[in-house]
């Protein structure tokens, strides 16, 4: 079964305007960790913001944050302020707590900056 | 940027010729892996390994083997190369301190299978 789902299409984003991706997972396992990756057209894979399932609040770093609703087992990235360097790949990944340090992908989602 | 290279970044080879794409870190971490990147499939675990000569099947493993019997060495093998093996090959490194063991990639490594 898959454990990361990423659906939405492509998406096209206004610069400065905010944009917000959408992460859903399924775990039984009560200890995870759940990471955004942002992977330019260059090819690198950048690591950009962690949420740790026990986490009290939303993790946030510079113009990321993260939406974390637990019930819904969701955990959506937001871009505030958009910027043409912005424009990507993003890939959604949990790591369990038993998976040996393990990390689940999802397919990503493609945003592309406009000006 | 942690310090972790690939080579080569480019291979062409023929399908049926062995190939082994060499992953090299300089950030002493323990656990490194090898993920291969495929259009629509995101990105998936061929092989991972938790220390020097400890190492352990990933989703995708079939037609891969690895070793390790250096920190900073992780090598994955393809034994007998086929055009299905045709992707782009990304190892990582991560080490378990702290709370977030978040993976480190390196460049990536481009191989053809014709």
């Known amino acids: 079964a898959q454990k990361i789902t990423q659906t939405q299409p492509g998406m096209f984003v206004q610069e400065k305007e905010a944009v917000t991706l959408d992460c859903t997972y399924d775990t039984s396992d009560p200890s995870y960790g759940l990471f955004w990756y942002k992977q330019p057209s260059s090819g690198e894979m950048i690591f950009l913001i962690y949420q740790g399932s026990y986490d009290q609040q939303n993790a946030t770093e510079g113009r990321y944050s993260l939406n974390f609703q637990k019930a819904r087992k969701s955990a959506n990235l937001v871009i505030s302020a958009s910027q043409l360097g912005d424009s990507a790949m993003y890939f959604c990944a949990m790591r369990e707590y038993y998976g040996n340090n393990r990390l689940a992908f999802g397919k990503g989602n493609q945003v592309v900056v406009i000006p | 940027d942690a310090g972790i290279t690939q080579s080569p970044r480019h291979k062409v080879t023929e399908t049926g010729t062995p190939v082994t794409l060499r992953c090299h870190q300089t950030e002493n971490h323990r656990y490194m892996y090898w993920y291969r990147q495929d259009p629509g499939h995101g990105l998936r675990l061929i092989h991972y390994s938790y220390g020097v000569k400890d190492t352990d099947k990933g989703e995708v493993s079939d037609g891969y083997s690895v070793s390790r019997s250096k920190t900073e060495d992780f090598l994955l093998t393809l034994e007998s190369a086929t055009s299905s093996q045709t992707s782009v090959y990304f190892c990582?490194?991560?080490?378990?301190?702290?709370?977030?063991?978040?993976?480190?990639f390196g460049p990536g490594t481009r191989l053809t299978v014709t």
């Open positions: 990582a490194i991560s080490e378990p301190t702290g709370v977030k063991y978040e993976q480190y």
